[in-house]
């Protein structure tokens, strides 16, 4: 199952509605993504903690690869 | 608990570091596995590896033991350290080579 970039932003922006967000298309098939999120949610989380924020937002979605990077808001 | 349970619990007890992956040391079989192993390697760290893709219920345990979706999955100490985007982010910013340290593991 593959998604696409609208689909995958809009499903993150809303989880976190405050944050910046760029995802980026790794092979070009809609399937191996890697997403940066900053935001300020993240502040005195683990990181472990703060890769479980994500991945919980998008758990019934079966992406193939799927990098994440949280940060703090600049 | 389940026997897959007691397995993972005791590898991560009896040896310092322990890394779930995808295949073996010698021949990973992912992308996201190649990279722990090879950050791992480079440190000089001496780890054991445990290929999930020789057990499909090894596979699905490990992500259900640690309550976290992906593989490669890395342990220090009987620790969950992360998988490959966590261990890289730890290594760029030193932060892996001075946990190895304390633990005298590198």
């Keep these: 199952m593959t998604i696409s970039e609208k689909e995958l932003l809009e499903t993150l922006?809303?989880?976190?509605?405050?944050?910046?967000?760029?995802?980026?298309?790794?092979?070009?098939?809609n399937d191996h993504w890697e997403v940066t999120i900053a935001d300020d949610s993240f502040n005195g989380k683990s990181r472990i903690a703060q890769h479980r924020m994500v991945q919980e937002v998008l758990q019934n979605y079966d992406i193939h690869a799927l990098s994440i990077k949280t940060k703090r808001k600049a | 608990m389940s026997d897959i349970f007691k397995f993972i619990e005791s590898e991560i007890r009896e040896n310092p570091v322990v890394l779930f992956m995808k295949g073996t040391k010698e021949m990973p079989q992912c992308g996201f596995s190649a990279g722990v192993s090879t950050l791992l390697s480079d440190l000089g760290v001496?780890?054991?590896?445990?290929?999930?893709?020789?057990?499909?219920?090894?596979r699905q345990g490990i992500k259900d033991f640690t309550n976290w979706p992906t593989i490669p999955q890395l342990y220090i100490d009987g620790e969950f350290i992360g998988g490959f985007d966590i261990v890289k982010e730890m290594a760029e910013e030193g932060e892996l080579q001075a946990l190895l340290k304390e633990k005298q593991l590198c």
Excluded: H, M, S, W
């Design chain 1, 13 to 29: 922006q809303q989880a976190f509605p405050e944050a910046q967000i760029a995802c980026l298309d790794l092979a070009g098939d």
């Design chain 2, 46 to 58: 001496t780890y054991k590896d445990i290929n999930v893709l020789a057990d499909p219920e090894l």
